[in-house]
């Protein structure tokens, strides 16, 4: 079966809606207000401790109990989700889950989470992180190993940091019963801030590292993950790429995402800038540049509202056969609440966050940022 075959021909089944979203980010900040912080010193050239995250938080929207719930920092997100009805909940996990102590001297900033705090993972019912960033390795390889150790204890698959070079390629698959599977596999790329040195190799933990965004390195992977892939299998490409802060999606990242839409992969799904970037439909399947964060501690830091980081996409879409090609009423339907499009290059639909008291320290909108798709399931290449 070629990749160009139409979706018409290839069997179905029920539809699989995915959410997919942006950086999680539960270290610093929020860890302090969870129920078994970390030691909150810190190493970064301006804030010693990560309480300081929380006062900066408090100074613009008030008291934060202490401790919280574990579901508390996903505010109203959680809820939606259910309403939503989706099958799988993937995330990118900007965080290191670990108590160690061996922070990352050549790096600035160092995200790490208590292992004893996962619940805030589990309570969010999330089926896979990807690994594959520029914060997994904050704190050393063994923050790596705990990371790795923690996930599995709780029952997480994980995708993109391994023990080497194989355990960091190898892809999460998830399986929905009825339905089929989901492949996600994770790649970091250096223009997000990934370090060379973080790639792993036959002898070295690491991430599954990106070299470049040529046509040659998107042929590979290509063809690397549909090797892992059975027919009806819907394959997701989740890359950590790009800087944090501008709307500029490089043209060699739409033509990587578009070879590799046309070498069969189902989505690509794209993140590291702090603020939601465009998303586009390519032959029929769908790429999100850049997802904005989910989660973060960034609440009461100042210098970049022009690019809205405060506004996320909810996007749910659903893949119809019936249709030549995509379009609101056609092969892909989305149910959002426009806003006009703000900051240059953004071309989707934002969905404004609904203002609780409990998102408090997620930047107000944890609901944010969540991309929910529903695909019907695709063959790709065998």
């Known amino acids: 079966m070629s990749a160009d075959q139409s979706a018409d021909s290839i069997p179905q ?212 993950m549909r090797g892992f892939n059975r027919q009806c299998d819907v394959i997701v490409a989740s890359i950590h790429w790009g800087g944090n802060w501008g709307y500029r999606t490089r043209d060699e990242e739409t033509r990587f995402a578009h070879q590799l839409i046309e070498h069969g992969i189902a989505v690509v799904h794209g993140h590291s800038s702090h603020h939601v970037k465009t998303a586009e439909i390519h032959s029929d399947r769908l790429v999100l540049y850049g997802c904005g964060d989910f989660l973060n501690d960034y609440e009461g830091i100042s210098g970049y509202e022009v690019f809205r980081s405060d506004l996320r996409l909810i996007d749910v879409s659903a893949r119809d056969r019936s249709a030549a090609r995509p379009a609101r009423g056609g092969a892909v339907t989305a149910i959002s609440r426009p806003l006009p499009p703000r900051g240059t290059g953004w071309q989707g639909y934002f969905a404004p966050p609904v203002a609780t008291s409990r998102r408090k320290l997620c930047t107000m909108n944890s609901m944010s940022s969540s991309n929910l798709i529903s695909l019907k399931l695709l063959s790709t290449v065998t």
């Open 13 to 224: 089944a029920d539809s699989i809606s995915l959410f997919l979203c942006g950086d999680v980010m539960t270290g610093r900040g929020i860890d302090q207000v969870l129920p078994h912080p970390n030691d909150p010193r810190l190493h970064e050239p301006y804030i010693g401790e990560a309480r300081s995250y929380v006062e900066l938080a408090e100074s613009v929207n008030g008291a934060i109990p202490r401790p919280v719930e574990f579901d508390y920092i996903w505010g109203d997100a959680l809820a939606e989700l259910d309403r939503a009805g989706v099958d799988l909940r993937i995330i990118n996990l900007e965080t290191s889950i670990t108590s160690s102590e061996d922070y990352w001297r050549d790096k600035k900033i160092h995200y790490r989470m208590h292992p004893r705090n996962i619940d805030c993972i589990t309570a969010a019912r999330i089926d896979c992180c990807c690994l594959a960033n520029n914060h997994v390795l904050d704190w050393g390889y063994d923050g790596l190993a705990e990371t790795l150790r923690t996930l599995d204890a709780a029952g997480i698959a994980h995708t993109g940091a391994g023990r080497d070079a194989v355990e960091a390629a190898a892809p999460a698959v998830l399986e929905v019963p009825g339905k089929g599977r989901v492949l996600v596999f994770s790649y970091g790329s250096p223009t997000s801030g990934v370090p060379w040195k973080w790639a792993a190799t036959a002898h070295r933990p690491g991430v599954n590292f990106l070299e470049d965004t040529s046509k040659k390195t998107a042929r590979r992977i290509a063809r690397e």
